[in-house]
């Protein structure tokens, strides 16, 4: 049983900055990659686009909406990501969404996703 937990989210204005963590326990045996995602509001059906990911080695990966101003970090020994955002804009306004990629309960190459967490970015 794996279990992800996500926090931070919340309503912030134009120009703020909020912190997001995403943790993963349960029956690891390695999380090869963590990122965030998001979804915009008003679109159910609209897939989930990437915002920025990180491999256990650090590599990582962005968006180009939110290079400079987003930061993705993570601690491998408690597998929880973190997602630093600065320079908020209206348009960062999402449910951000973690997924855990590893090998779970003795499987390979399995995804997890956490439940989301609402960020409002507005005055």
């Known amino acids: 049983q794996i279990q992800m937990v996500e926090s931070g989210g919340g309503l912030v204005q134009p120009g703020g900055s909020l912190r997001l963590s995403c943790g993963v326990s349960?029956?690891?045996?390695?999380?090869?990659?963590m990122g965030w995602y998001r979804q915009a509001p008003g679109n159910p059906g609209k897939q989930r686009d990437l915002v920025a990911v990180i491999t256990t080695g650090g590599s990582t990966n962005y968006a180009d909406s939110v290079k400079g101003r987003f930061t993705i970090s993570r601690d491998n020994t408690n597998n929880t990501a973190y997602l630093q955002m600065n320079m908020l804009k209206p348009e960062d306004t999402a449910v951000y969404y973690c997924?855990?990629?590893?090998?779970?309960?003795?499987?390979?190459?399995?995804?997890?996703w956490g439940r989301g967490t609402q960020v409002t970015v507005s005055s």
């Open positions: 997924k855990a990629t590893g090998t779970f309960s003795g499987v390979s190459s399995v995804e997890y």
């Open positions: 349960g029956s690891i045996f390695s999380v090869d990659v």
